[in-house]
Nanobody
């Protein structure tokens, strides 16, 4: 496992926004964001599958979170708008040769992970 470079976490009030960044290795088939809240399992948030350009957004954040990519910099962005207190978690970026059907959904099989960045949303 090789650590990814991720950034953008912080503390905001409910309704605010944050933008997370993940620098991923060239050639990554799948780049995903996961999060883990206190006393909860790590869950998939969003994923991008480059092979077919498929984007996955979890139901819990759909309509509020969006993915974008800077091809020149190999950077994946997670724009988080209308943040809620329940979005509070440590957010992790992951990359690897994941099948498109699993990209962004399941946590197993990734070659690269970030250390995690804390996102805190206050009421």
């Amino acid at each position: 496992q090789v650590e990814l470079v991720e950034s953008g976490g912080g503390s905001v009030q409910a309704g605010g926004s944050l933008r997370l960044s993940c620098d991923y290795p060239d050639g990554s088939a799948c780049i995903s964001w996961f999060r883990q809240a206190p006393e909860k399992e790590r869950e998939g948030v969003a994923g991008f599958y480059s092979g077919i350009g498929r984007t996955y957004i979890s139901d819990s954040v759909k309509g509020r979170f969006t993915l974008s990519r800077d091809n020149a910099r190999n950077t994946l962005y997670l724009q988080m708008d209308s943040l809620k207190p329940e979005d509070t978690a440590i957010y992790y970026c992951a990359a690897g040769p994941i099948r498109w059907t699993r990209c962004g959904g399941e946590i197993d099989g990734y070659d690269y992970w970030g250390q995690g960045t804390q996102v805190t949303v206050t009421s």
